[in-house]
């Protein structure tokens, strides 16, 4: 079905936007919640005559978003996490992290607005942050051990624990093969000195 947006779903569109969606969103669950209309002659003909009268309204938020994203330009965020011997997070990372992580820095973004898959692992992924639908700002996250101290001597002990474990079994494996050598020359003794009394 066709339906004119009420207000931003990220995802979906922007206020004004005329998007289809399934019968079943939109009849049970956007336009119940009043953040859509059906696209009907009459909604489509409101709309346009709307949008000519916020033309300049319109072109003051894009303004505005565009400030915004520029205080974002080479920002970049670093969040801490612990993390598991396998890089995998307790947890993971979220968009609203992401959105705390900026306000430290002094930008105030609403968490809403950002969109990014849940982070699980370590590294350096992408946030995207919709300020107006024609001005989005992709921002660099990158996700750090917050135990690394930590993993590294985990990391160390494990590998001193292989190193003996490694040694006890060549220790094992020559002590078994002395012990194997050993009776080989008990055996060849032997008939020697059941001869000795036949040639009395």
């Known amino acids: ?25 939109g ?13 009907t002659a009459s909604a489509k003909k409101i709309l346009a005559e709307n949008l000519k ?9 894009k303004a505005e978003a565009e400030k915004k994203a520029e205080k974002l330009k080479d920002v970049a965020v ?7 011997s ?7 990372v979220t968009a609203a992290m992401v959105a705390d992580e900026l306000e430290k820095k002094g930008v105030e973004v609403d968490r809403k607005i950002i969109t990014m898959r849940d982070i699980k692992k370590i590294g350096t992924y992408d946030a995207v942050v919709h300020f107006h639908k ?4 992709k921002i660099p996250v990158t996700v750090i051990a917050e135990n690394a101290a930590e993993l590294a001597a985990e990391a160390a002990a494990r590998k001193a624990e292989a190193a003996a ?3 006890e079994e060549k220790q094992a494996e ?13 055996v060849e003794e032997t008939p020697q000195a059941e001869e000795a009394p036949a040639a009395e």
Do not use: C, F, W
Not at 134 to 137: F, I, L, P, R, W
Not at 174 to 186: K, N, S, W
């Open 1 to 25: 079905m066709e339906i004119i947006l009420k207000e931003d779903i990220i995802g979906l569109g922007y206020k004004n936007d005329i998007v289809n969606v399934k019968n079943g969103y």
């Open 27 to 39: 009849r049970n669950y956007l336009i119940p919640a009043g953040k859509a209309v059906i696209a």
């Open 53 to 61: 009268q916020q033309v300049h309204k319109l072109e003051r938020l």
């Open 78 to 84: 670093e969040i801490a996490a612990r993390v598991s």
């Open 86 to 92: 396998n890089d995998m997070l307790y947890g993971s």
């Open 134 to 137: 024609e001005v989005e700002v």
């Open 165 to 167: 474990k490694k040694n």
């Open 174 to 186: 020559e002590a078994e093969a002395t012990e194997e050598a050993a009776p080989e020359a008990e």
